[in-house]
């Protein structure tokens, strides 16, 4: 397995991630290379929790121009989880 705290980058602390919490689901930015069974195992391993569910989203980076040159955004993936029922994951 590789490293976890290479898989999840950052938990996302957005309104409709708040929203979600209701639902247990939590929204982490991942690495782009990094595939749902890597993910799942990394959130297993670094909160002791157990995940049922694991979606994942990419957004592709924007074009953005300042002055001549023309550059892009990076990429980002982030990926929502799902934990099992009584499981909690404790945000600051």
Same mark, same amino acid.
């Given at each position: 397995?590789?490293?976890?705290?290479?898989?999840?980058?950052?938990?996302?602390?957005?309104?409709?991630?708040?929203?979600?919490?209701?639902?247990? =689901?939590?929204?982490?930015?991942?690495?782009?290379?990094?595939?749902?069974?890597?993910? *799942? !195992? $990394?959130?297993?391993? @670094?909160?002791?929790?157990?995940?049922?569910?694991?979606?994942?989203?990419?957004?592709?980076? =924007?074009?953005?121009?300042?002055?001549?040159?023309?550059?892009?955004?990076?990429?980002? *993936? !982030? $990926?929502?989880?799902? @934990?099992?029922?009584?499981?909690?994951?404790?945000?600051?």
């Amino acid at each position: 397995m590789k490293n976890p705290y290479k898989i999840l980058k950052t938990p996302l602390q957005t309104e409709k991630g708040t929203m979600m919490l209701g639902e247990n =689901k939590y929204l982490f930015r991942v690495a782009p290379g990094a595939n749902k069974l890597e993910i *799942k !195992k $990394a959130v297993e391993a @670094l909160y002791n929790v157990t995940v049922t569910k694991v979606n994942t989203q990419i957004s592709r980076g =924007k074009l953005k121009r300042v002055r001549r040159e023309e550059g892009l955004t990076p990429d980002r *993936k !982030k $990926a929502i989880v799902q @934990l099992r029922q009584g499981d909690k994951i404790e945000t600051a």
